[in-house]
T-cell receptor, first 114, second 111 residues
Framework: AQSVSQHNHHVILSEAASLELGCNYS??????LFWYVQYPGQHLQLLLK??????LVKGIKGFEAEFIKSKFSFNLRKPSVQWSDTAEYFC????????????FGTGTKLQVIP | NAGVTQTPKFQVLKTGQSMTLQCAQD?????MYWYRQDPGMGLRLIYY???????DKGEVPNGYNVSRLNKREFSLRLESAAPSQTSVYFC??????????FGDGTRLSIL
């Protein structure tokens, strides 16, 4: 069975600091990878996704993630965070064959201090 | 532009009571999903429906039933609520095979 591990449960940064949230997955086959974001009081939104091709994926609001197959990782990055990036971030993995069941990580709460 | 609409937003039940959580999407998506979100557990898939008339179990289906009577609606039923089912429930839909649009959630407390 596939699983996802997010290393940091709570991250606090000052505005303009750089962000990197770790995500590792375990699955023996080909995977599709996702990052979702949940802003306070709102529903989840898809931030970015990787299916194939360029392992560096760019998403909305300046976020990007890099798929490193050898490390089973899909870390989320942003060069300079803003207060509005305060949210909970979920990494997710799905097997790429057939109908996909997406498995979510436990989430990382990001707090950006003005 | 409603997207995915869930009702109710909040509900308190007594152990053993039954209830149905409603979900509707107006994007003509084939796939719909029900997740529960618990602290420290992330989101866990309860059931999903790849198309109208079909449903499949996810990670944690025990104690739940679902119904996909039409393309637009996907309901989740608790036949006999238990305190362990206290959670926030999210419905989602997508064109493809991964959830893309989520509802605002239903906070369910079972006493």
């Amino acid at each position: 069975a596939q699983s996802v591990s997010q290393h940091n449960h709570h991250v606090i940064l000052s505005e303009a600091a750089s962000l990197e949230l770790g995500c590792n997955y375990s699955y023996g086959g080909t995977v599709n990878l996702f990052w979702y974001v949940q802003y306070p009081g709102q529903h989840l939104q898809l931030l970015l996704k990787y299916f194939s091709g360029d392992p560096l994926v760019k998403g909305i609001k300046g976020f990007e993630a890099e798929f490193i197959k050898s490390k089973f990782s899909f870390n989320l990055r942003k060069p300079s965070v803003q207060w509005s990036d305060t949210a909970e971030y979920f990494c997710a993995v799905a097997n790429s064959g057939g109908y996909q069941k997406v498995t979510f990580g436990t989430g990382t709460k990001l707090q950006v201090i003005p | 532009n409603a997207g995915v609409t869930q009702t109710p937003k909040f509900q308190v039940l007594k152990t053993g009571q039954s209830m149905t959580l409603q979900c509707a999407q107006d994007m003509n998506h084939n796939s719909m999903y029900w997740y529960r979100q618990d602290p420290g557990m992330g989101l866990r898939l309860i059931y999903y429906s790849a198309s109208e008339g079909t449903t499949d179990k996810g990670e944690v289906p025990n104690g739940y039933n679902v119904s996909r009577l039409n393309k637009r609606e996907f309901s989740l039923r608790l036949e006999s609520a238990a305190p362990s089912q206290t959670s926030v429930y999210f419905c989602a839909s997508s064109e493809g095979a991964q959830p893309q649009h989520f509802g605002d959630g239903t906070r369910l407390s079972i006493l």
